[in-house]
Structures are given as structure tokens and as C-alpha cells.
């Protein structure tokens, strides 16, 4: 498997694997990518510096660079921009690159960036080329194919999705009609989603997926501008279908219904369903095509707990949420409990994210004294 730190070391642009198409007037550009904790990850080469890690993130509204990263390659800041997402709107520098070479092939002049403050990554880049010439994501071989001349057909695929053209937006907009345990929804494709479903709150109000007797893992949902407003939940669903293509008992993720946001679909369609697909635009057609690649699901990582606390002065915490069915009900755990024994906050909450089969124990400041609780990790959902 070639890794994120392989990618960076590959200088040069791979060459195209054979498919048995006709060859095209012009070859495509062709770029590594890789797919590494729930992203999909290219090069980025800025000016003569580089290359830089960079998200291939098709849900963002425009591409993104570290802040600290811009300064350091003194990057020109033109002014600034409001974007929104998941935590609400954020004003953020403008930042232009001169020179841009993406994945491994392609160059850009004048490349616009917003300034993010994310130490994980050295930015994003959005689907935009995806989506203005016929590009392929290839999974299986590790390649992102823009074609300068438009891809000579399409055999074997099957049509998946639409790319929208939204007035005033700097991209544009993929997006795919599905069905989730008999509901319709209209989804964004969003590479840069780790999961596989996300629902915002207007369709979760709907769905009935929201329910205090249905075991959920709790979660903080988190994107451009910030956390969401409330906590949200992951639960298990039956099947996810779209366009003949069925994906049995997905994760999905669901903003609390009483939370507000204005976005004109339902949500998104994450990376965990995206890359067991090859995918391909037809621009001219303002299509999106896909074929099964055979990739399994990725494993799958939610709290196993099912337990979300609230930090107490006193080195004390008090438990703010418990999933029915999980193993912190199990053991015992109530809304309102107060455990003791948090010297330590950060070390405390790690001990909660332990696989399957590991066993944390708690304390609980009882009406006549401590009393001891153990809390076994398992994937109840």
C-alpha cells in the first residue's frame, strides 16, 4: 500500500495503466493519490517549495491552505472571505499562489487559497477540476486522471450522479439521489466527508433515525466554521442504495433536529462509501458515472462507549449522555452521574477510545460513598 509519506516522495506524474480504451486525441494528466485516515491525499507543489500534503476534498466550497503554511512561503493575502459549513460561517484570509502544480501534473497560475488554522493537513483542494474537465478517481490504482481532451467513452459505468452549476459559488456541486432504509435524499459526493452518510437536520426531523430508544454513538459533528451547535449522533441503518448500487448497514451520522442549516440538500455522502467506486465525470453532460471497484468497507470507528461527559471542576465529570444498549448502560451509567477521579481530562476521554474488549474503569460519587463501575468496550451499533 503506498503511503501518505510515499506520495510525497513520488516526484513525477505516473503513467496511465492500460484499460483497453482507444486511445484519446490527448492522454490525460495523471496524478498519485491515496486514500489514508478517511482522506484522500495528492501533492502539492507551491512555486519551487514542496510537495505538500493536500486533501482532495469535493464537498469544499473553495480550496484551503494552512495559515501558517501560507506565511511561510509568503504567499500574497489579498483579502478576505466568508464561507460556511457545518459550525456556521467563518471570515478567513485570501491567500493567491503565483505557481500551483496539483497531484503530479497539472499547473495552475494565480491558485486562490483561504487560510485555515488545521495542523493535521497543509490543505484542501476542492473538486473543481473534477468538475470542469472529465477527471477519474481510481481507487484501486491510486490515480486521479484529468483528461484535457474529454474521456473517450465511458463503457462499464454506470450513471450515478449530476454536477450542479450554483450562481455565485466558486465550484460546483455533485450530487447523487438515494434511498436510506426506504427514504429519498439528495446527497453531496464529499471526498472530504470521512463516513459514509451525514444528515442535516431538516431530513433527520423526518427520518424517525433520531430516537432515544435506538442506540446511538454520541459525537461532536465538526467542519468549516467550527463544531455544530449541538451534539450530534451516529446510528446504524439497513441499506443505503444509489443508482443500483447497495450498500448494506451503513453508519449514519445525524445533526440533532433542532439545530439550523440553510443548505439545499440532505446531506452528504462520505469517503467510507466513495472509495469502493471508481468515479468519473462527463462535463459536457454535467454527468457522474461510477463502477464498483471491489475495495472492501473501510473498518469502521465510532465511540464504543456510547457515553459522552462533561467536564466538572474537582477533577469530576458528569455523564451527559448515554446511548441505550451501550456498554456505559451496561455498566450501570446514568444521565447526571458524577465520576471522580479526572486528574488528568485529556487522559481520561483516551481511555474511552479503546477497541472493542477493553475494559475502563470508573468511579462513581455515590449517595454513601464511591462506587465502582467497569465499562467493557464493544461495537454495539
Known amino acids: 500500500?503506498?503511503?501518505?509519506?510515499?506520495?510525497?516522495?513520488?516526484?513525477?506524474?505516473?503513467?496511465?495503466?492500460?484499460?483497453?480504451?482507444?486511445?484519446?486525441?490527448?492522454?490525460?494528466?495523471?496524478?498519485?493519490?491515496?486514500?489514508?485516515?478517511?482522506?484522500?491525499?495528492?501533492?502539492?507543489?507551491?512555486?519551487?517549495?514542496?510537495?505538500?500534503?493536500?486533501?482532495?476534498?469535493?464537498?469544499?466550497?473553495?480550496?484551503?491552505?494552512?495559515?501558517?503554511?501560507?506565511?511561510?512561503?509568503?504567499?500574497?493575502?489579498?483579502?478576505?472571505?466568508?464561507?460556511?459549513?457545518?459550525?456556521?460561517?467563518?471570515?478567513?484570509?485570501?491567500?493567491?499562489?503565483?505557481?500551483?502544480?496539483?497531484?503530479?501534473?497539472?499547473?495552475?497560475?494565480?491558485?486562490?487559497?483561504?487560510?485555515?488554522?488545521?495542523?493535521?493537513?497543509?490543505?484542501?483542494?476542492?473538486?473543481?477540476?473534477?468538475?470542469?474537465?472529465?477527471?477519474?478517481?481510481?481507487?484501486?490504482?491510486?490515480?486521479?486522471?484529468?483528461?484535457?481532451?474529454?474521456?473517450?467513452?465511458?463503457?462499464?459505468?454506470?450513471?450515478?450522479?449530476?454536477?450542479?452549476?450554483?450562481?455565485?459559488?466558486?465550484?460546483?456541486?455533485?450530487?447523487?439521489?438515494?434511498?436510506?432504509?426506504?427514504?429519498?435524499?439528495?446527497?453531496?459526493?464529499?471526498?472530504?466527508?470521512?463516513?459514509?452518510?451525514?444528515?442535516?437536520?431538516?431530513?433527520?426531523?423526518?427520518?424517525?433515525?433520531?430516537?432515544?430508544?435506538?442506540?446511538?454513538?454520541?459525537?461532536?459533528?465538526r467542519g468549516i466554521g467550527g463544531a455544530a451547535a449541538r451534539l450530534g449522533r451516529t446510528v446504524r441503518a439497513t441499506r443505503l442504495s444509489i443508482a443500483g448500487f447497495d450498500f448494506d448497514r451503513p453508519l449514519a451520522a445525524l445533526h440533532d433536529p433542532s439545530d439550523t442549516l440553510d443548505i439545499d440538500y440532505d446531506g452528504l455522502l462520505g469517503l467510507s462509501v466513495i472509495e469502493r467506486l471508481d468515479l468519473s465525470t462527463e462535463v459536457r453532460k454535467a454527468r457522474l458515472w461510477a463502477r464498483a471497484n471491489g475495495r472492501p468497507k473501510p473498518a469502521e470507528d465510532y465511540g464504543y462507549s456510547g457515553l459522552w461527559l462533561e467536564r466538572l471542576p474537582d477533577a469530576k465529570a458528569r455523564v451527559a449522555v448515554v446511548s441505550p444498549g451501550a456498554p456505559a448502560a451496561e455498566a450501570g451509567l446514568k444521565v447526571g452521574d458524577v465520576l471522580t477521579g479526572v486528574d488528568d481530562w485529556r487522559a481520561y476521554l483516551r481511555r474511552f477510545e479503546g477497541d472493542p474488549g477493553s475494559v475502563v474503569e470508573v468511579t462513581v460519587a455515590g449517595a454513601v460513598g464511591p462506587e465502582p463501575r467497569r465499562v467493557i468496550l464493544r461495537a454495539y451499533l
Open 1 to 221: 500500500m503506498i503511503s501518505r509519506r510515499l506520495l510525497i516522495a513520488s516526484g513525477a506524474a505516473l503513467p496511465l495503466a492500460a484499460h483497453g480504451a482507444p486511445p484519446p486525441a490527448r492522454p490525460p494528466i495523471v496524478s498519485r493519490i491515496v486514500v489514508e485516515t478517511n482522506r484522500i491525499w495528492t501533492p502539492v507543489t507551491i512555486g519551487d517549495k514542496g510537495p505538500f500534503a493536500f486533501i482532495l476534498d469535493t464537498g469544499a466550497s473553495m480550496s484551503a491552505i494552512n495559515s501558517a503554511l501560507a506565511r511561510r512561503l509568503n504567499l500574497r493575502r489579498v483579502g478576505r472571505r466568508q464561507v460556511s459549513g457545518i459550525g456556521g460561517s467563518v471570515t478567513l484570509d485570501v491567500y493567491v499562489a503565483d505557481t500551483v502544480v496539483l497531484g503530479n501534473g497539472l499547473r495552475q497560475s494565480d491558485s486562490v487559497f483561504a487560510g485555515i488554522d488545521e495542523r493535521s493537513n497543509a490543505g484542501l483542494l476542492t473538486g473543481a477540476l473534477f468538475t470542469s474537465g472529465d477527471s477519474d478517481l481510481d481507487f484501486v490504482t491510486g490515480e486521479w486522471r484529468l483528461w484535457p481532451s474529454g474521456r473517450p467513452d465511458f463503457a462499464g459505468m454506470s450513471a450515478f450522479g449530476v454536477i450542479e452549476t450554483r450562481d455565485g459559488a466558486l465550484t460546483n456541486k455533485i450530487l447523487v439521489e438515494a434511498t436510506l432504509d426506504g427514504r429519498r435524499l439528495r446527497l453531496l459526493v464529499d471526498t472530504g466527508a470521512p463516513g459514509e452518510v451525514l444528515l442535516f437536520p431538516h431530513v433527520v426531523r423526518r427520518t424517525g433515525l433520531w430516537s432515544d430508544t435506538r442506540p446511538f454513538a454520541p459525537q461532536r459533528l
